[in-house]
């Protein structure tokens, strides 16, 4: 298969809240979020769908010799990495960031609870950070404070992902949330890991949120003024997402234990319009 048509079903596919902002790029650059969605996509597939942990470290381990080719004979094997072998001296993509990727999705082969906020940090930072600082590259950029603006809006986006998925997380075992910010406010990992939400979960969610508000601010308080044109996909990302985080704190905080909320595409498109054409502002 052409790896760009590849990279374009597997992005379609999972119906993320990312593509709605791809819409009013330029091609190329369009082409290469797509590459590099797909590229995301298909690491974390690696993790989610693969039951033996030690195939899932020795697939990751392939993948990081096949990005490794990218950058050395030009010639991987992977469609995709076919793919963002055509767009990496383009947009001068470094070989760390897109590594760092590989390196955060391996964490959650071993990192199943993270003990304080610093820690989860820096997995956010590997899993989504470095994905906003690759979303900059790509869409240009003037001034290196977009980079660290990259960096924040990542953190903010997977907190949300982290606040949405909390009932799906803990059906596989996972807690994400602080383990001392638990102890906090006397949630037991047992009340999660067996869905049974009470009003000790509900503050606790009540200050994930309030929190990931906050990380929204401070991203956008960074963004440049001269690099706001070029950077406008990743608010519309960040506006999408800020809006899911909205719509889960009206839905209590607490029912994300029993179920998955989201936002419907034509709302997506509504909300994408909007932050276009007159910015995002949390």
């Known amino acids: 298969m052409n790896p760009l048509i590849y990279c374009q079903e597997k992005a379609q596919s ?3 809240s990312f593509l709605a902002g791809f819409r009013f790029l330029p091609e190329q650059q369009k082409n290469a979020m ?5 590229y995301c996509r298909e690491l974390d597939d690696v993790v989610d769908d693969c039951l033996d942990i030690n195939i899932a ?3 990751l381990a392939w993948w990081r010799q096949d990005l490794d080719k990218i950058f050395t004979q030009k010639q991987p094997e992977h469609p ?3 793919a963002l072998c055509e767009i990496v001296d383009i947009f001068s993509l470094p070989k760390d960031e897109l590594e760092d990727i590989i390196n955060g999705m391996e964490m959650d082969l071993h990192h199943v609870r993270y003990q304080n906020f610093t820690d989860l940090q820096y997995y956010c930072h590997r899993v989504a950070g470095v994905v906003g600082r690759l979303i900059v590259r790509i869409l240009g950029f003037s001034e290196n404070q977009t980079l660290a603006y990259a960096d ?3 953190l903010a986006l997977q907190l949300t992902n982290i606040i949405r998925d909390v009932g799906e997380d803990a059906r596989n075992g996972r807690i994400y949330l602080p383990l001392d910010e638990l102890a906090q406010f006397g949630v037991s990992q047992e009340s999660i890991l067996s869905y049974q939400p009470n009003q000790s979960f509900e503050k606790l969610m009540d200050f994930q949120i309030m929190r990931a508000r906050e990380i929204y601010r ?3 308080s960074l963004l440049p003024e001269k690099d706001k044109k070029r950077q406008k996909v990743g608010t519309v990302m960040g506006g999408i ?3 899911l985080l909205e719509e889960i704190a009206r839905d209590g905080g607490a029912n994300v ?3 998955k909320i989201r936002i419907p595409s034509p709302r997506k498109f509504r909300i994408a319009m909007r932050i276009w054409l007159f910015g995002f502002k949390p």
Request: zero cysteines; proline letters at 0%.
């Open 34 to 38: 797509t590459i590099l969605y797909a």
């Open 241 to 243: 997402y800020y809006a």
């Open 257 to 259: 234990l029993k179920y």
């Open 80 to 82: 995709i990495n076919k």
């Open 152 to 154: 924040k809006l990542g």
């Open 218 to 220: 401070v991203a956008m």
């Open 57 to 59: 470290r020795q697939t």
């Open 14 to 16: 999972s119906g993320s």
